[in-house]
């Protein structure tokens, strides 16, 4: 389990905590009710109308939405064939109905902090994986992010994708993936029994794990990370 400093902010006030994750599900705890989900649009908990909004469903159930956050994560980086651990903040907007100005959000979307410099975004990105990426962009040579979004065995579900944590691993079917060559092959992978048996599962894009392996010309992906983005 790994741990993420939040500032969360709705029009309810701010409170400062912590997100839990397995590198699958979040977990988190705002004005002493839990929270879960696999993405910031899908965190659900206890309904409380007099602690913060939902966007309601016909089951009764919600997910949290209308707030800010400044998530504050740990993330791999390979800095000079040397792995560090740095951090990286995202400003995380989820509704239509905010309030900017009583909120006060701070001005870039990305920014990342080194021991070799600062790196920064003010470009709003509606997906995790395009900030990630528009980040490594501004790296200097021979340093790469080191995470499930830049690992040969993590792909999109070619129907769609959402903001955050519905990259998918694939690193108990290493053999089964060296021969995809289209998402057409990549579907034929993608079974409910594969999904069932957990032999594929949804990870974070900031999430890493021991088996992590950069892409190569010779890997088929399904995400706009590819092998010219590990080029350093």
Not at 97 to 114: A, K, R
Not at 166 to 195: G, N, P, Q, R
Request: aromatic share 14%.
């Amino acid at each position: 389990m790994r741990k993420f400093s939040v500032i969360y902010k709705d029009k309810f006030g701010k409170e400062e905590t912590e997100i839990t994750t397995d590198g699958s599900i979040m977990f988190l705890t705002l004005r002493n009710i839990d929270f879960e989900g696999s993405d910031f649009e899908s965190l659900e908990g206890k309904i409380d109308t007099n602690k913060f909004q939902y966007e309601m469903y016909q089951n009764g159930l919600g997910d949290l939405t209308n707030f800010i956050m400044e998530v504050t994560i740990p993330i791999k980086i390979s800095h000079e064939e040397k792995i560090q651990t740095e951090k990286i903040r995202f400003i995380v907007e989820v509704g239509e109905d905010l309030d900017f100005n009583s909120l006060n959000p701070i001005l870039y979307t990305v920014e990342l902090n080194t021991s070799y410099g600062k790196f920064t975004s003010k470009r709003k990105i509606d997906w995790f994986e395009n900030s990630i990426i528009e980040i490594q962009n501004l790296l200097p040579n021979r340093t790469q992010i080191k995470t499930c979004l830049s690992c040969k065995y993590a792909n999109y579900y070619p129907v769609g994708n959402g903001m955050f944590g519905s990259l998918y691993c694939f690193k108990k079917m290493k053999k089964k993936l060296k021969v995809i060559k289209d998402k057409h092959d990549l579907m034929s992978l993608w079974t409910e029994e594969a999904v069932k048996n957990n032999d594929i599962f949804n990870v974070q894009e900031v999430f890493d794990c021991s088996e992590h392996e950069f892409i190569t010309p010779q890997d088929w992906t399904y995400k706009d990370w590819d092998y010219k983005t590990n080029q350093v």
